[in-house]
T-cell receptor, first 117, second 114 residues
């Protein structure tokens, strides 16, 4: 079974621009989460989507947004890029089990490394 | 608030020796605790989880973790370290019972010396 696929692997953008990152989850996984990883702040939760609905949201400004499509693929958008948005953006998918998903592990892609100049 | 702490930024161990990577947690209710590993330029890989039951949990690549409720700890262990175990290790807890909203520790870099 194919793993989580993120595209592109690397991006270089200029301040003020916007960017869209893409994530294809493992087949059958309906939950897709996004995380930002930086040396200073570590791993921080951005948001989670399930069945095309945002179910959880982290503490990031409105410039960060996402969506999920009917085939569970997800995109993340960052508008008006700032230098501090330079990071590794990780997508993870998860398989739901029953009514409680707290025990479902995340399956991560290899990330998109965004550099803002 | 749910949180995890990893008190050591770096752990060095000789190949063949046992290794321990420490994690302590602060959660309300039942903790759902996880360990992940990250190799350079890669995403995180799931190692093991504790939900309920036995306090010693076995996972991938020979790793295991010991859950200790009284000490609120969930330390990762391996009886005999390999050079290939050198990586960044993250402890995590899911803050949401019905969704995916993980909080991760800051990570511990493990170096296994030949």
């Amino acid at each position: 079974k194919a793993g989580v696929t993120q595209t592109p692997r690397y991006l270089i953008k200029t301040r003020g621009q916007q960017v869209t990152l893409s994530c294809s989850p493992i087949s059958g996984h309906r939950s897709v989460s996004w995380y930002q990883q930086t040396p200073g702040q570590g791993l921080q939760f951005l948001f989670e989507y399930f069945s095309e609905t945002q179910r959880n949201k982290g503490n990031f400004p409105g410039r960060f947004s996402g969506r999920q499509f009917s085939n569970s693929r997800s995109e993340m958008n960052v508008s008006t890029l700032e230098l501090g948005d330079s990071a590794l953006y990780l997508c993870a998918s998860s398989l739901l089990t029953g009514t409680s998903t707290a025990d479902s592990p995340l399956h991560f892609g290899n990330g998109t490394r965004l550099t803002v100049t | 608030a749910q949180s995890v702490a990893q008190p050591e930024d770096q752990v060095n161990v000789a190949e063949g020796n046992p290794l321990t990577v420490k994690c302590t947690y602060s959660v309300s209710g039942n903790p759902y605790l996880f360990w992940y590993v990250q190799y350079p330029n890669r995403g995180l890989q799931f190692l093991l989880k504790y939900i309920t039951g036995d306090n010693l949990v076995k996972g991938s690549y020979g790793f295991e973790a010991e859950f200790n409720k009284s000490q609120t700890s969930f330390h990762l262990k391996k009886p005999s370290a390999l050079v290939s175990d050198s990586a960044l290790y993250f402890c995590a807890v899911n803050r949401d019972n019905y969704g995916q909203n993980f909080v991760f520790g800051p990570g511990t870099r493990l170096s296994v010396l030949p």
